[in-house]
């Protein structure tokens, strides 16, 4: 598919510096792209390769003065990342417009409600009660349970796994192999050693605009819900045990665990591979850093912690430029410890 400048600086609202019917067929990085290619550039480490590029069109900040002249055609606007995400919606956008009706083999319940232009891939389940959303595209090797909503515009990748009375906003993106709505992990412990299982009997709710990646699992509650707010990004091979709660906005990267009934509050960002305890909240704004296992909960806003088990910050640096130096603190305090001693005797033979 083939766009031109001027196309492209009506999606993302840019001004043009060049040939307004230069074309395009698809995109790469600045360093590496060719003609007939779209590149960006937004990090100043990089704008050597804008006299040096083979792109035909590139998208830069309104603020960037330029060293030399160049062929290629410009598309100024205030921010080049954002307007470069902005044209990339809008290219995968035109494609899944293309992705319509319901592949074969598949099973669509006859109760299951299914608004238009909405896609089904092959080797997938539509369960009883199902209710699908406009624009709605569902890849191949999908399983929707009884009773599941999706909303408008929501994409779910191959091989997602949603139980039953799930319900999924609009503009959602769960991507492959992520499991909705299994069981928390819920157990009485007995008299005689053994574990009672505890039905849970809640669902978990997506948020409209919410981003899940490949591989996660969130559990459902075991009564109310589970839920991940507007707009909230998770990356890959997350867990979210039962009836916690994401806030707004906040973002998760890979591997983190968070234990049952948490409550994480909005625009928090939490680093690869932090652990977090159940019952406890985490404060609007707060970060947690790789790795990091959170064991109590962060009532301050916009505090940061690091560490197993997390400690504050900048607490924690200072105490690591003192371990750092222990060795040279040892040999400084036997220095003195001599000197003391030559002292005393010293004294002593006066």
Do not use: W
Not at 124 to 151: A, F, Q, R
Not at 291 to 312: E, I, L, R
């Amino acid at each position: 598919m083939e766009f031109s400048a001027s196309q492209i600086a009506l999606i993302i609202k840019g001004s043009l510096e060049g040939n307004p019917n230069a074309t395009v067929n698809s995109f790469n990085k600045i360093e590496e792209a060719v003609a007939g290619q779209l590149a960006f550039l937004a990090n100043p480490k990089y704008e050597d390769y804008l006299y040096s590029t083979g792109a035909s069109i590139i998208i830069i900040n309104e603020s960037l003065e330029l060293r030399q002249s160049i062929d290629a055609t410009l598309i100024r606007v205030p921010d080049a990342y954002s307007a470069f995400a902005t044209l990339l919606q809008a290219y995968e956008q035109i494609m899944e417009q293309k992705m319509v009706g319901i592949q074969e083999p598949s099973f669509v319940a006859k109760s299951a409600t299914i608004a238009e232009n909405v896609f089904v891939g092959a080797f997938t389940y539509i369960g009883e009660n199902v209710k699908l959303g406009k624009n709605v595209k569902i890849h191949p090797h999908c399983y929707i349970g009884n009773g599941v909503v999706i909303g408008d515009n929501s994409v779910i990748n191959p091989g997602v796994k949603i139980y039953h009375n799930c319900v999924i906003g609009n503009k959602v993106i769960i991507h492959a192999g992520t499991v909705l709505g299994g069981d928390g992990f819920g157990f009485a412990p007995q008299p005689d050693g053994t574990y009672k299982k505890v039905p849970q009997i809640g669902n978990v709710v997506v948020e409209d605009e919410v981003e899940i990646g490949s591989n996660c699992t969130i559990d459902r509650a075991t009564m109310g819900s589970t839920i991940i707010h507007h707009g909230a990004k998770l990356d890959n091979l997350i867990q979210i045990a039962h009836n916690v709660e994401i806030g707004t906005y906040t973002v998760i990267a890979a591997q983190t665990g968070i234990s049952g009934s948490t409550k994480i509050g909005s625009r928090v960002m939490i680093g690869g591979q932090a652990g977090i305890v159940g019952h406890i909240t985490i404060a609007d704004g707060s970060r947690i850093n790789a790795q990091s296992g959170v064991s109590k909960s962060m009532k301050q806003p916009n505090s940061v912690v690091t560490g197993s088990p997390a400690f504050d910050y900048t607490s924690t640096l200072r105490s690591q430029a003192i371990f750092r130096n222990l060795p040279d603190l040892e040999k400084r305090i036997a220095e003195l410890e001599f000197l003391i001693k030559q002292l005393m005797a010293e004294k002593e033979s006066i």
